[in-house]
């Protein structure tokens, strides 16, 4: 079986199971598990910040995140098919007390004079915009990357507006990668970033919330509070710098497979090679006799797995448990299904 449905999907190597097994452990809630403590500024220094703090997932790494950028009642501008809007369950505004408005959907093409434009001034009667957050790659936007002169522009904006800039950064490995973009260039533009060790590194599971040593102390008792307090958590900690280590150089494999699939699969009309720059390939099929639902069904029954992201729009994901044959059965499979 080819499963296509997400870089989530690995498991841990050999190699990454032995440095779990002989990871140094402690009580994290009392900051004595060493391992966690090395992981987290070892994240810190690659972003150019002053601290991180390792949490469970990638949604509570987002929302503590947009919890020390957004006071209760304040307002966070986002695309409208951002993950914080989109996959998270209504967190900000159910945990966060967080309002949230909303730019079209664009993915990664972001308009920047747009945004300033929405940007709302503290005072009566207005709901005062406090935060502005992007993704990194972006998810719906088929692993789009936002240009270094977007995220510049948008920081200008930040700054003369006075609001925090946050950065769902997921996949932000991969944008390094695409881009050439130092890590630390990437960190030092916003506020906060979130960035997960299990999408595309292989971690079987670990985030980090990316910021200054005020905010960190101030993340780990919101962690707390959602229930993220961990104990010998280095176990997995130990897999998340492992997958640093040992995964990162290695996401131009994905980045290449993917570009082939979407070749493979352009005279269908379903996607432009083009606009695949990661591991993500988003496949519209609103002119294909199939929609997602159904494409996804009848490749599951030839062994592929693809995920239905929205009713004409399937996604096909790269990742480290792939190979090469797995790529070319998946677009031996899908090019016979949309023929």
Request: net charge negative.
């Amino acid at each position: 079986m080819a499963d296509l449905r997400s870089d989530t999907v690995t498991r841990p190597t050999v190699a990454m199971r032995a440095a779990m097994a002989g990871a140094e452990v402690g009580d994290d809630v009392f900051g004595d598990d060493l391992t966690v403590i090395s992981l987290e500024r070892h994240v810190a220094a690659l972003f150019g910040h002053e601290a991180a703090l390792f949490t469970p997932s990638g949604t509570m790494a987002n929302q503590i995140a947009l919890q020390l950028v957004v006071p209760r009642g304040g307002e966070l501008l986002a695309g409208g098919d951002a993950h914080v809007v989109t996959y998270e369950q209504g967190a900000a505004a159910a945990l966060g007390g967080i309002s949230t408005r909303t730019w079209p959907s664009a993915g990664a093409d972001l308009d920047v004079e747009q945004i300033a434009e929405m940007i709302r001034p503290v005072g009566y009667p207005s709901v005062p915009t406090r935060a502005i957050a992007v993704e990194q790659t972006h998810n719906l936007g088929g692993g789009g990357v936002i240009s270094l002169e977007t995220l510049r522009g948008l920081r200008a904006v930040a700054d003369e507006a006075g609001v925090a800039l946050h950065c769902d950064g997921a996949r932000i490995w991969h944008a390094h990668i695409a881009d050439g973009v130092p890590l630390d260039v990437y960190g030092r533009i916003f506020d906060t970033l979130s960035v997960c060790l299990s999408k595309g590194l292989g971690a079987p599971v670990g985030s980090l919330v990316v910021g200054s040593t005020e905010k960190i102390a101030e993340a780990r008792l919101i962690r707390k509070r959602l229930g993220g307090g961990m104990r010998q958590v280095g176990i997995l900690a130990a897999a998340g710098r492992h997958a640093l280590d040992h995964h990162l150089a290695r996401l131009t494999v994905d980045h290449a497979r993917a570009r082939r699939l979407a070749e493979a699969l352009e005279p269908f009309g379903v996607v432009d090679p083009a606009r695949v720059r990661t591991n993500l390939v988003p496949l519209d099929l609103s002119g294909a006799k199939l929609d997602a639902p159904a494409l996804a069904a009848a490749a599951a029954e030839r062994g592929v797995l693809i995920a239905a992201m929205l009713p004409r729009i399937a996604r096909l994901v790269t990742h480290l448990d792939l190979t090469d044959d797995d790529v070319d059965h998946a677009a031996s499979v899908l090019g016979e299904l949309l023929s």
